[in-house]
């Protein structure tokens, strides 16, 4: 009896035991369930980061926007010195061909003489010193570099000339708008100054507003948004008052 007791206590504690180590069990099942389930609710960090707004819709950083080369690196002034010498040049050359009216076949000829004479100078050194005057260096233009240029331009040529045929094509109003009031705008902007005084405001441009912009671009791309939603809305009444009466043609696919 004493024995048959003992083992009925055994099985009572073994099924006590099991009940808690099994509640236990679903408990730390139900809480890790949970956090899964809190992670999963949670946003990632990197889908906040895809829903940020960019200006123009970029992808990439500024410094590979303008190609990640030393063209980027001067217009982000990344060398302080590079980029002054070159904004420092443009400003000169601007300076004399708009406001000392130095005209460009005039400078080209001053500029001949001058190394015409300090070159023959040079090469007859030996009636003035007795020394051997130094050898002139060769200088020509090497070929690889001319026919990569030319093979860039040809590419944006094309490039160009595609874009405009898909304008033109009717396709996408919203684009041939915009086109228009681009070359508008242009064009008054033609009237104000001439080509090269256009020139050096873009080049001066490029080198201060992406400063700039990759200083301050979390609080231009908030603003940029705002402004980006607010057109948009104009658009749509814009759209639904004037470009929807518009009759079209039916378009011709290719």
Known sequence: MAENEHHHEESLLEKITEKIHGHDSSSSSSSSDSDNEKSSER?????????????????????????????????????KKVSAGVLGVATAVWVLFELVEYHFLTLVCHLLILALALLFLWSNASTFINKSPPRIPDVYIPEDPVLQVAAALRIEINRGLAILREIASGRDLKKFLSVIAGLWVLSIVGNWCNFLTLFYIVFVLLHTVPVFYEKYEDKVDSFAEKAWIEIKKQYKVFDAKVLSKIPRGPLKKD
């Open 43 to 79: 946003p990632s960090s990197s889908s906040l980061k895809d829903k940020i707004f960019r200006l123009f819709g970029r992808e990439k950083p500024v410094h590979k926007v303008f190609g990640g080369g030393k063209p980027a690196d001067i217009f982000l002034w990344r060398n």
